[in-house]
C-alpha cells in the first residue's frame, strides 16, 4: 500500500520525523515499511496557457502550440493528440529534469523536430513522474495561475510502500489508519478528517430494498446530491491522488476515490438521472442477468455475483465496480452516492468469477469495520460540497446493526508473562489507552473495549500482542535454554542416518529429488506394477501430475542428468543413494486411503554396477540391521536397450528397499550419534557449460613433484582451468617417472571452442617444459 | 614463512609415520589420510612451497619430497590392508572425494539442527508429507475462507471427502498438531520437526514447491518470548558457528499471537553486506506464541498453558551456512554441487 508522507503530516500536524524515520518506526512496530519512491517536479517547470494551436508544417502527426507561459510565448512542437486552444498545462523549458518511457531521468535540451524549433516541452503526467498515463498532456484546472511553478501546486513528496498484514488491514488500509497507529507508537494527534454531521432527509420516492442483518450488505447509505458541476478536481486533491499512484478522473470519482484512500472506505457515485429507477437493492445476480462495468467489459452474472440494481436491473458489481450506463461525466448534475459494506467472501468471489479487481475490492477483501460505511458517507458528502457544489436532497440508509460495545477481559498481569518481562500495569494501561481502547482498571481483572475499527481484537491474545508490540519485543532479554535434560530422536529417523553413514562410508553420494513423478523420464525397464499413483489435481507442471510411487525412476534420472561426471575416465563416484517418501493408494496410517512409506533406493554405475556389489549393499546394510541380506531389498539390472538404458551407456544396478518394512525387521538398537560441526565447507559454484578434457602424459626426472607440474598448468591455464586431476603415475624403467594428468577446460560463460582448447592446451605444455623441464610423454 | 629445507620435510615424515602408527581403525585411518595426504592435506601443502625456493635447493627438494610421499603412501597402503579399508588414491593430489561419499547439503544441515535441539531439550517428531485440510489447515485456525486455502498456493490430491481434501501439506506445523494430539501429549513438551513441506509456487532462484522446514513447538506453565529468543539465539549461533542476536517484528500469523518475524545479526558482516542488504541483519523466519484456538485444538487449556511455535526454511538456512546462492541446486542433484559437502 503506497502511504504519501505529505498526506501523513497533514493528519499528523506534530509529526517530526523523517520518512526513513517512519518507515523504521512502522517496521519495527507494525508493518514491514520501505520508501518506495518520491515525486519531485522540476522547479522549472511551470504552468502555460495554449494560445494557438497549428498543424506543423513538416509533420502529420505534429502539431505547433504557442503558450504564454506567463513571462512571454513559446511555440512547442507537440505530438499529444489533446491539445487544445484556452488549456493551462505543465511546460518545462530546457534544462529542466523530465522522465522518460524506461523510467530513467533526461535534462531537456532545446531541440528542432522536423524542422522547427522546439524550446522545451509540454508533458503528460508520466513525464513529470506522476504515475505510467502517457496519453496526452496533462490539462490543468482553469484557476491554476500562468507562469507558477507546477511544484508549487504538487509539492515534493515521499511514497512509502507499507506490507499491510491481513489482521489489520481492517483499520490500517487508508492514511487516516497509518496516522492512528503512527499516533499509537509516537504519541503525537491525529487531525482527523471532517465529515458533515447532518440529518438528512429522507427520499420518500425512493427505496431501499436491502434487509436488515443482510449477510453479504452489513451497511448501506444512498445519498441523493443535485447541483454539481463535473469539471476539474483542485489541485490540492489531485496531488493527493498522484502521491498514491491514481490518476485524477473528475472532481466526482476523484472525491471518490481520496475518501477510499484516506479512510478505507470505498464507496461509488452513479449518475441518478441515468438509473433506471428509484428502487435500490444489493443482492445476488439471477442466471441471465448480465452488466456491463466501467471498463467497458459486458459481464454474465452467476449466482456468486452481488449487484447493485436499479428498478432491479443490475448497475454495477457490488463492491467491485461501478456499471457503464450510470458513469458520471460531464453532463451529469445529479448523484447518487452510494456507501455500503459488503461482506469480504462474498466480494472475493465475486472478484475472482469476473476475473475484475479494483482498489476498492481489495478493501473489502479484508473486511472493512461495518461503522466506517456512516463515517466516509458523511466525509464523502462534506467534500463533494466543496468541491463540486453539490448539495443533498436527501438519503435513504440501512445502518450497520450496531452491536453494543463489547469488552474484553484482560488479566493485566498477562502481558509480562507472556513476553517474560517486567511489564507494568502502567504499561499496559498506557499501550491500550494510546491505541483507543477504553480501559477500566477498577477491577482485578481489567475490562478493556477496543474502538470500532478494531475488528481484529477479540481476545486477551489480541490485547497482548498490542500492548507488548508497543512495549517492544526487542526490550525482552533472550534466557538461555536449558540444557539438564535432552531430547531424543525417534529410532527409525536414528535407523535412516545410521545407513546413511553406512552408505557414505563405502563412497555413496546422496541425492534429493521432488515428490513428483516425472512423466518425462525416460522408462528404464521398471515392470509396471498395480500400484495406483495418487494424482494432483494442480500440479507444478504437467508432467510433475502423480506423486511417486517409487523414488527409482527419478533417481535413475538423476544418473541421467550425471551422466558426464559419472562416466569420467577413473572415476571413484558410482553410487548414488535416495531415502525418501513414495506414496500410493492404500491404508497405512494417518489420512485415510493413503500410504505413504519411506523408500531406499541406491544405484551403482559403471565398473560398480554389478550383482555382486549390489549384494554386498545388501549385505552391509542387513548386517547393520540385523536382518538377512535377501530380506532387506531387491536388486535390478537397468536393461541396456531400455529408454533410459540407451541414454545413460552406463551399466546401471539398482537397490530397492522398503525401508518402513526393513525397520520393522530390525532387531537391536540403531546407534547413531548425532554430530554437528561448523561449516567448512564453503559453497562454489561451477559454470554451467560443459568441460572439455583433455589428457596429457608427462615425463620428468625425479626432482619436480607434482604439485610444481599442477601449479604450472593452472597458472599458465588460468581461469580456464577448471581442473587438473592426475589418475595415473608410474616409473618407467629408464628411471624416470611418467604422470597422467587431465586438465577440465571451462569457462564461466561460454562453451569453450576446440580451437581455444588446443590453444590453451598447447601453452601448458610449453610452459611445463620451459618451467620444469617436462617432456610429453612419446 | 620459512623455506622448506629437507631436515624439516623429514622431520615432517616421521611426524606422520609416528601419528600413523597411533590409528586405530579404518576411520582412523582416513582421518590420517585426509590431514596428511589429502588435497588440503600436511604433505602436498608443503609440497606446494616447493615453487617458491631458490632454483638451487629446488631440485634437491623435489627429489626428497617425492621419495617423502612414497614412503608415506606405502605406509599407507600397509595400514589399510591392516584395517580392511579401501584405500583412496594417495599418490599426487588425487580427490579425496575417492571412495568416501557425500551426504546432501539437506542431510548435514538437519543434522546439525538434531544435535543442537536435542541438546537443549527438544524431541523430534515426524509426521506424514501428504495430510489433509483438518490437520494442515483448520487446527492452525486457518478458516476456510483464508487465503492461504486458495488453489494457487497449496498443492491439493485428489480421492478425499470435500469437506476434508488430502493436501501436500503446506508446512510442519501440521505435524505439531498431530504429535500432540495423537500421543495426548500435556505440556511441558519441547518438540521439533524437520520435514519436506510443499507450496505451488513458480521456481526461481528463491523459490521452490518442494522444499524443507523446521518447526519447533514449546509449551508449558510459563513458556515466554523471552525463552523464545534465547532458543533462536542458540540454534543459529550453534549452526553457524558464530555469535548471533535475535530482534523481532511485529507480523500476522493465524495460528500466532503474538506473531513476529525474527532477524539475526549478519554472519557474513559487521556493518552491512550484500547478503543483508547493508542493513546488518537477515531475515531468518517467522513464529510466534501459539494461538489460544490451536492450544484448545490440541486439547491444552490456553489458560493454564502458553508457548511458543516457529517454523523456518532449512534450505534458507543451509544456504546462509554453506553460502550457497540459488535454492534450485539442493533438488537438480549435480554431481559438481552434492561432491562439496
Known sequence: ?778 | MTALTVDQLAQIKSDALASLKKVADAAGLEEWRVEYMGRKGVIPQLLRGIKDLPETTRAAMGTAANETRSELTAAYEQAATQFGAVTQRVSGTGKQEAVVGHLHAITETIRSIQTIMTGIGFTMVEGPLLEDTQHDFDNLNIGPEHPARAETDTFYVSGGPPENRRVLRTSTSSVQVRAVQELKRQPPFKIFSPGRTFRNEKVDARHHHTFHQLELLSVGEDVTVADFKGVIETLFSELFGTDVKARLRPHYFPFTEPSFEADLTCIFCDDGCRVCKGTGWIEIGGAGMVHPLVLEKMDIDPQRYQGFALGYGIERMAMLKYGIDDVRLFLDNDMRFLRQF
Open chain 1, 1 to 778: 500500500m503506497h502511504i504519501s508522507y505529505n498526506w501523513l503530516k497533514e493528519l499528523l500536524p506534530d509529526l517530526t520525523q523523517s520518512p526513513t524515520e517512519i518507515a523504521e518506526v512502522l517496521t519495527m512496530g507494525l508493518f514491514e515499511t520501505e520508501i518506495a519512491t518520491t515525486i519531485a517536479i522540476d522547479p522549472l517547470t511551470t504552468v502555460a496557457k495554449i494560445k494557438k494551436v497549428e498543424p506543423h508544417p513538416n509533420a502529420d502527426r505534429l502539431r505547433l502550440a504557442t503558450i504564454d507561459t506567463g513571462a512571454g510565448e513559446e511555440t512547442i512542437v507537440c505530438g499529444a493528440p489533446n491539445i487544445a486552444e484556452g488549456q493551462l498545462v505543465p511546460f518545462s523549458p530546457p534544462g529542466a529534469t523530465v522522465r522518460d518511457e524506461d523510467g530513467s531521468n533526461f535534462k531537456l535540451k532545446a531541440v528542432t523536430i522536423r524542422g522547427v524549433d522546439s524550446p522545451g516541452m509540454l508533458n503528460s503526467p508520466r513525464e513529470l513522474g506522476l504515475g505510467d498515463w502517457h496519453g496526452g498532456i496533462y490539462v490543468l484546472p482553469d484557476d491554476v495561475p500562468v507562469g507558477s511553478r507546477l511544484n508549487e501546486h504538487i509539492p515534493d513528496d515521499v511514497v512509502l510502500e507499507v506490507e499491510l498484514t491481513p489482521n489489520r488491514a481492517h483499520d490500517c488500509y487508508s492514511h487516516r489508519g497509518i496516522a492512528r497507529e503512527l499516533s499509537a507508537l509516537l504519541g503525537v494527534d491525529v487531525v482527523e478528517p471532517a465529515g458533515t454531521s447532518e440529518q438528512y432527509a429522507d427520499l420518500p420516492q425512493w427505496q431501499l430494498e436491502v434487509p436488515a442483518d443482510d449477510h453479504d450488505t452489513r451497511a448501506y447509505f444512498g445519498t441523493l446530491l443535485e447541483g454539481v458541476t463535473v469539471g476539474s478536481s483542485p489541485m490540492w486533491l489531485q496531488a493527493r491522488l498522484w502521491s498514491v499512484g491514481a490518476r485524477p478522473i473528475n472532481n466526482v470519482v476523484d472525491v471518490t476515490n481520496l475518501v477510499m484512500f484516506e479512510m478505507g472506505g470505498p464507496t461509488h457515485a452513479f449518475d441518478a438521472d441515468k438509473l433506471p429507477g428509484q428502487t435500490i437493492n444489493s443482492r445476488r445476480a439471477k442466471k441471465g442477468e448480465t452488466v456491463t462495468t466501467l471498463d467497458g467489459q459486458t459481464h454474465k452474472l452467476t449466482d456468486e455475483s452481488l449487484v447493485i440494481t436499479s428498478n432491479d436491473e443490475p448497475v454495477a458489481l457490488a463492491g467491485v465496480m461501478g456499471g457503464a450506463t450510470t458513469e458520471v461525466d460531464e453532463t451529469s448534475s445529479r448523484l447518487f452516492l452510494e456507501v455500503a459494506n459488503f461482506y469480504p467472501y462474498t466480494v472475493y468471489r465475486s472478484s475472482l468469477v469476473h476475473g475484475l479487481m479494483s482498489e476498492g475490492s481489495q478493501r473489502w477483501v479484508k473486511d472493512v469495520p461495518t461503522t466506517l460505511a456512516g463515517e466516509a458517507s458523511d466525509r464523502t458528502i462534506a467534500l463533494l460540497s466543496e468541491v463540486t457544489g453539490a448539495n443533498v436532497i436527501g438519503q435513504i440508509a440501512q445502518p450497520a446493526t450496531q452491536a453494543g460495545p463489547t469488552s474484553i477481559s484482560l488479566d493485566p498481569e498477562r502481558p509480562a508473562n507472556v513476553a517474560g518481562l517486567a511489564v507494568t500495569r502502567e504499561q499496559v494501561k498506557d499501550t491500550l489507552l494510546r491505541q483507543r481502547c477504553q480501559v477500566d482498571d477498577s477491577t482485578d481483572t481489567w475490562q478493556i473495549t477496543p474502538p470500532a475499527d478494531r475488528i481484529d481484537l477479540t481476545g486477551q491474545h489480541d490485547l497482548v500482542e498490542d500492548v507488548l508490540r508497543l512495549v517492544g519485543y526487542n526490550t525482552i532479554e533472550p534466557v538461555a535454554p536449558s540444557r539438564e535434560k535432552l531430547g531424543t530422536i525417534p529410532s527409525d529417523v536414528q535407523w535412516r542416518e545410521v545407513i546413511r553413514n553406512l552408505l557414505r562410508d563405502d563412497g555413496f553420494t546422496e541425492a534429493v529429488n521432488v515428490s513428483f513423478e516425472d512423466s518425462r523420464i525416460p522408462d528404464s525397464g521398471i515392470e509396471a506394477s498395480e500400484v495406483e499413483a495418487l494424482v494432483v489435481e494442480n500440479p507444478a507442471a504437467p508432467e510433475l501430475a502423480g506423486l511417486r510411487t517409487s523414488i527409482e525412476p527419478t533417481l535413475l534420472n538423476t544418473v541421467l542428468g550425471n551422466r558426464a561426471e559419472l562416466s569420467k575416465k577413473g572415476t571413484t563416484e558410482q553410487a548414488l543413494f535416495e531415502f525418501g517418501k513414495v506414496f500410493s493408494s492404500g491404508d497405512n496410517g494417518s489420512v485415510a486411503g493413503v500410504r505413504e512409506q519411506e523408500q531406499l533406493v541406491c544405484v551403482l554405475v559403471g565398473s560398480r554396477a554389478t550383482v555382486s556389489e549390489g549384494q554386498a549393499v545388501l549385505a552391509r546394510i542387513g548386517e547393520a540391521m540385523g536382518v538377512a541380506a535377501e530380506q532387506v531389498g531387491t536388486l535390478r539390472e537397468v536393461p541396456r536397450d531400455s529408454g533410459l538404458g540407451k541414454k545413460a551407456r552406463l551399466p546401471i544396478q539398482t537397490v530397492v528397499i522398503d525401508f518402513d518394512a526393513l525397520v520393522a525387521t530390525a532387531s537391536g538398537e540403531p546407534d547413531y550419534r548425532t554430530s554437528h560441526a561448523p561449516a567448512e565447507v564453503t559453497y562454489e559454484p561451477f559454470s554451467k557449460y560443459p568441460a572439455v578434457y583433455r589428457d596429457v602424459s608427462l615425463v620428468v626426472s625425479d626432482t619436480v613433484t607434482i604439485e610444481q607440474m599442477q601449479e604450472s598448468i593452472t597458472r599458465t591455464g588460468g581461469e580456464l582451468v577448471a581442473d587438473v586431476d592426475l589418475f595415473d603415475e608410474y616409473a618407467d624403467t629408464d628411471g624416470r617417472q611418467s604422470y597422467g594428468f587431465r586438465i577440465a577446460y571451462q569457462a564461466a560463460d561460454r562453451t569453450l571452442t576446440g580451437k581455444e582448447v588446443a590453444k590453451i592446451h598447447n601453452q601448458i605444455v610449453q610452459q611445463l617444459h620451459h618451467d620444469l623441464g617436462v617432456d610429453l610423454r612419446e
